[in-house]
């Protein structure tokens, strides 16, 4: 496998390792980290380019809006989905929760589209796979994403950069290095995120559909949050 293809921890030791260890939730994360970090750069540009088509008199501003909806809508959904499977007799406990595994796979996915999404309405450079990988962690960690990226390049603060924008002039081999630390990170917080949801999908009598709407648009509000914050202002024209 290409180098830039791996998943390595921060010393970049066996990437099996980090998986192994990685839990549930986390595995799932990985998975859709690799599927993310390899979709094909025209379906990004090409989502982005049919936003400016419909919508010809809109800024990069006004079409991140767009974009922030299209998201929330899907993570609000998908969530109110899988807590009414969960409530359905006979489904029962466990294929809720396995549901509800699937569709954290969804909801990753979709945050990876959705960050690419946006750091190209930026101009950010998302073609090398390192640079999504970055990215996309540094989107789903925020604060603390930013805080590991500060220690590769210097405080981000002096440099008046964001971290999307740091990540998007490293160097490859020092942006893996980094890349390895955030996917330390990201395994444990994500997983930790997502286990504090799946208790509310997984409550019975409906209350599930409830709570999964609510928990999935926490996460994506945060997600959201993260973008604007990580990823730098938007350019005022195209």
Request: hydrophobic content about 45%.
């Amino acid at each position: 496998m290409a180098e830039n293809n791996i998943i390595t921890d921060a010393v970049h030791s066996d990437p099996a390792v980090l998986e192994d260890n990685a839990g549930f939730s986390g595995k799932y994360l990985i998975r859709a980290l690799d599927k993310a970090v390899h979709m094909q750069t025209s379906a990004i540009e090409g989502y982005v380019s049919w936003l400016r088509k419909q919508n010809p008199d809109k800024s990069p501003a006004q079409l991140q809006v767009l974009v922030d909806k299209h998201f929330m809508r899907l993570a609000t959904g998908s969530g109110a989905g899988v807590g009414m499977a969960a409530a359905v007799p006979g489904i029962g406990f466990v294929t809720g929760a396995l549901a509800i595994g699937a569709e954290s796979l969804v909801f990753l996915d979709a945050a990876a589209f959705y960050t690419m999404a946006s750091a190209h309405l930026r101009g950010i450079d998302i073609r090398h796979p390192e640079r999504r990988r970055g990215l996309i962690l540094v989107v789903l960690l925020g604060t603390a994403g930013k805080a590991i990226v500060d220690a590769g390049v210097g405080d981000l603060s002096k440099k008046n950069n964001a971290p999307g924008v740091a990540i998007s002039r490293f160097n490859i081999s020092g942006l893996m290095e980094v890349n390895g630390r955030l996917m330390r990170y990201a395994v444990k917080e994500v997983s930790k995120r997502f286990r504090s949801a799946w208790i509310g999908k997984i409550l019975p009598f409906g209350l599930g559909a409830v709570l999964g709407t609510m928990a999935n648009r926490k996460i994506a509000k945060k997600t959201v949050g993260n973008a604007y914050d990580s990823l730098g202002p938007l350019p005022e024209h195209f």
